[in-house]
């Protein structure tokens, strides 16, 4: 089995090098490492280039975009360019451990699923680390492989990257799972929720393998959280009912689990996406408010009624959501989302 590594960068001029690195530094023998540069306007690509020629005997490629045209299609991009048999996303400024794709592969080999999913870590500017994340080593095969996995596992907040992961390429090929193109960022919500309603097979890794840097450089930060930040989020959210209700218009004798729903709510209510628009100071309170309130119309129009809501966090979110004044409950709410959960978990013991 060949990996593709795929890595994006953007004015990463500082920190691809060490990206880079630590995926040469991998003892897996059959690697392609694909960069796509989403038109950096630093010195990103000299430092690649470097890089590339000092390590001539790896199969490292280059693709140079024309212009910038954000996250969501760098991701479908290196899909398209992939050549191995099974890819890892990456974002240009973070790191891999020692080992880790001979990890993931070894996986992959011996259980045969669609996807192997690993843990990480999230460090400081300064490498200091902030938390970990560490999933229950389990593998789980048949129908709705990611939902099961959910289920027995997941008994809080849930958030699974779209980097960290290998996926076999034709898998995801096969079932035309891409990130959408209607928005430039949280290119892994509808992404992973296809994935979970399709993968036949997951597998988690317990051990870290990844060190996701959270910095201000950081391709993935930087969201202006304005009227154009709502805007994006709600085509993420109309993007993730429509896979829904596709794939239920089309597989009508496959009804969605337990875990599908709990992951197509988690995603909408309580992954902080709307957490951050709704504590941005940047966007209005009438514009919080109107779209608050088309979020309440979107859901009923879609039968999105409490038998659909599942986890005690998605139910909070939801009463909230569903009452007359959504606004100052949900502000408070997210206000308060840690004491919130503690006592949640506290309960639901």
């Not at 990257?161 to 079932?175: A, E, G, T, V």
């Not at 996701?212 to 959280?225: M, R």
């Not at 009912?241 to 209510?269: Q, T, V, W």
Request: net charge neutral; hydrophobic share 40%; charged share 25%.
């Amino acid at each position: 089995m060949r990996i593709t590594v795929a890595i994006a960068c953007y004015n990463l001029e500082d920190r691809i090098a060490d990206c880079l690195e630590s995926v040469i530094a991998q003892d897996f023998p059959d690697i392609e490492i694909l960069i796509i540069d989403d038109h950096s306007t630093d010195n990103s690509v000299e430092v690649v280039r470097k890089l590339i020629k000092n390590h001539s005997e790896k199969d490292i490629r280059l693709v140079i975009n024309e212009e910038n045209l954000g996250l969501c299609k760098v991701r479908n991009l290196s899909i398209d360019e992939a050549q191995g048999d099974a890819i890892f996303f990456m974002d240009g400024d973070d790191t891999i451990e020692p080992g880790a794709l001979s990890l993931f592969h070894k996986r992959m080999e011996e259980t045969g699923v669609d996807v192997v999913c690993g843990s990480f870590r999230k460090t400081d500017d300064a490498g200091n680390t902030l938390i970990t994340k560490q999933f229950p080593d389990d593998t789980v095969k048949g129908d709705f492989a990611f939902a099961s996995y959910i289920e027995k596992h997941i008994k809080g907040f849930y958030w699974l990257p779209i980097w960290n992961n290998l996926y076999r390429l034709d898998f995801l090929r096969s079932h035309n799972i891409c990130c959408s193109t209607h928005y430039r960022k949280h290119e892994g919500s509808l992404f992973t929720f296809k994935v979970a309603l399709y993968a036949q097979g997951v597998s988690y890794i317990h051990d870290v393998t990844y060190n996701w840097q959270n910095v201000p450089t950081s391709i993935t930060n930087g969201i202006k959280k304005n009227k154009h930040y709502l805007r994006d989020f709600r085509a993420v959210i109309e993007s993730v009912i429509d896979a829904k209700n596709e794939f239920e218009s089309c597989h009508s004798h496959m009804p969605l689990p337990d875990g599908i729903r709990f992951l197509s709510n988690y995603i909408i209510l309580t992954q902080g996406l709307l957490r951050r628009g709704l504590e941005s100071e940047a966007i209005g309170r009438k514009e919080k408010i109107l779209f608050l309130k088309w979020l309440r119309r979107y859901y009923r129009m879609n039968n999105m009624n409490w038998s659909n809501i599942v986890g005690p966090y998605n139910r909070i979110s939801y009463l909230i959501l569903m009452s007359p004044f959504p606004y100052p409950l949900f502000r408070f709410y997210f206000r308060h989302l840690k004491a919130v959960s503690n006592l949640v978990n506290y309960l639901v013991r």
